[in-house]
C-alpha cells in the first residue's frame, strides 16, 4: 500500500497537473482514478480520504494528502527539489508562486463564458508579457536555475507554466531569450524528456468534457 502512489482528481489538468509534473520529474510512478460521478466524489468524501472534501488527493507512504501546494511541497521535499536551506525555500516558494498565478489564469479559462475568453486571454498576455517573463528571464541571466545550484521544483513549475503559455500563444518566448533556452535545458533532463513523449503524458479531454464532468462531479457547488 506505502509503495503505490495514487491520484485522485477529474481527466484533466486541473490543480492535479502540477504534482503529476513533480513525481514525474521525480521518477516516481503513478497510477490515476479519475472522477467521473458525483457518487464517487461523496464516496471519498464519506470514506474521510478527503479532510476538506476537495481533492486534488494523493495516496502516497500510506497517506492521504490534500491540499496542492502542501502535496507538492512534500513532494520537492521528499526527492530534494526544494533547496538546501531557508532562504532557498522562500525563493523558490516565490518563483514557484509565479508560476502558479500563471497556470491558475489559464486553468479557469474554461469554465470563462465563451463571450468572455478573449478578453480574459488578452488580459492573461499582457500580465505575464509585463510582469511574469521579465522577472524570470531576468532570473536565469544570472544562473541557470532559478534558485540555488540545482533544479528545485521552482523550475519544474516555470517549464508547465511556459508550455501552457505557448499553447495559447505559441510566440510569446520570442523575446525571451533566457527563458527559451531553459525550455531547451528543461526538455533534455531525461524524466522530462520522458514525461514530455507522446503517449507519456494523460492526453487531457477536450475543455468542454472536461467542465462537463467537474460540473456533475462537483454539482452541489454549481446549484
Ligand atoms: N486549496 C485546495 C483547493 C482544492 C479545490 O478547490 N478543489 C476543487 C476541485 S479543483 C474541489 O474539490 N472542490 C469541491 C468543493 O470545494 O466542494 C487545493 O489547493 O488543493
Redesign the pocket.
Given at each position: 500500500m506505502s509503495g503505490k502512489v495514487v491520484l485522485h482528481?477529474?481527466n484533466g489538468r486541473?490543480?492535479?497537473e502540477s504534482i503529476r509534473w513533480l513525481l514525474a520529474v521525480a521518477g516516481v510512478e503513478f497510477e490515476e482514478v479519475y472522477l467521473t460521478t458525483e457518487e464517487q466524489?461523496r464516496k471519498l468524501v464519506d470514506d474521510g480520504a478527503?479532510l476538506?472534501?476537495?481533492?486534488?488527493l494523493v495516496e502516497m507512504d500510506g497517506m492521504k494528502l490534500?491540499?496542492?501546494?502542501?502535496?507538492l511541497n512534500y513532494i520537492a521535499g521528499k526527492y530534494n527539489l526544494y533547496g538546501k536551506d531557508i532562504k532557498e525555500r522562500l525563493m523558490i516558494d516565490m518563483y514557484s508562486e509565479g508560476a502558479r498565478d500563471i497556470m491558475d489564469m489559464i486553468m479557469i479559462l474554461p469554465f470563462s463564458p465563451a463571450d468572455q475568453k478573449q478578453k480574459q486571454l488578452d488580459k492573461i498576455q499582457v500580465k505575464v508579457k509585463e510582469r511574469s517573463l521579465p522577472a524570470y528571464e531576468k532570473a536565469l541571466a544570472q544562473s541557470q536555475y532559478l534558485v540555488g545550484s540545482q533544479l528545485s521544483c521552482a523550475d519544474v513549475h516555470l517549464l508547465e507554466a511556459t508550455l501552457m503559455l505557448e499553447e495559447l500563444f505559441p510566440t510569446i518566448l520570442s523575446t525571451f531569450p533566457k527563458l527559451q533556452e531553459f525550455q531547451k535545458r528543461m526538455k533534455a533532463i531525461p524524466a522530462i524528456n520522458k514525461f514530455l513523449q507522446p503517449g507519456s503524458q494523460r492526453k487531457p479531454p477536450p475543455d468542454e468534457v472536461y467542465v462537463k464532468t467537474?460540473m456533475s462531479v462537483?454539482s452541489?457547488?454549481f446549484k
Open positions: 482528481y477529474f486541473g490543480k492535479m466524489f478527503l476538506f472534501h476537495q481533492v486534488p490534500v491540499q496542492t501546494k502542501a502535496i467537474v462537483l452541489h457547488l
